[in-house]
Nanobody, 116 residues
Framework: QVQLVESGGGLVQAGGSLRLSCAAS????????MGWYRQAPGKQRELVAVATNGGITNYADSVKGRFTISRDGAKNTVSLQMNSLKPEDTAVYYC??????????WGQGTQVTVSS
């Protein structure tokens, strides 16, 4: 089992920045990748960014050049630096850890609101 705790959401004006963090605990040796997803009202949950243990990263086209995902040396924390935020970035952001088995663990979510 893996537990994920997110922090760092909030309200920011368009053009501003926020940093999200997610700490994993439990059987973290089973984790193969960690990432961030988001879900806006009335929309499906979508991938924002993901980083594998090997350092490979992938971003949604809508956030490339603005968001940066990073993992710490112990690989039990993942952060998302969000710059140049837009109102359309408003959503609940979820941390996800993927185990080598393919099973996924989710955090409780943190609200990000960008005002225009």
């Amino acid at each position: 089992q893996v537990q994920l705790v997110e922090s760092g959401g909030g309200l920011v004006q368009a053009g501003g920045s926020l940093r999200l963090s997610c700490a994993a605990s439990g059987i973290i040796s089973s984790i193969n990748s960690m990432g961030w997803y988001r879900q806006a009202p009335g929309k499906q949950r979508e991938l924002v960014a993901v980083a594998t243990n090997g350092g490979i990263t992938n971003y949604a086209d809508s956030v490339k050049g603005r968001f940066t995902i990073s993992r710490d040396g112990a690989k039990n924390t993942v952060s998302l630096q969000m710059n140049s935020l837009k109102p359309e970035d408003t959503a609940v952001y979820y941390c996800r850890a993927a185990a080598r088995s393919g099973f996924g663990y989710w955090g409780q979510g943190t609200q990000v609101t960008v005002s225009s």
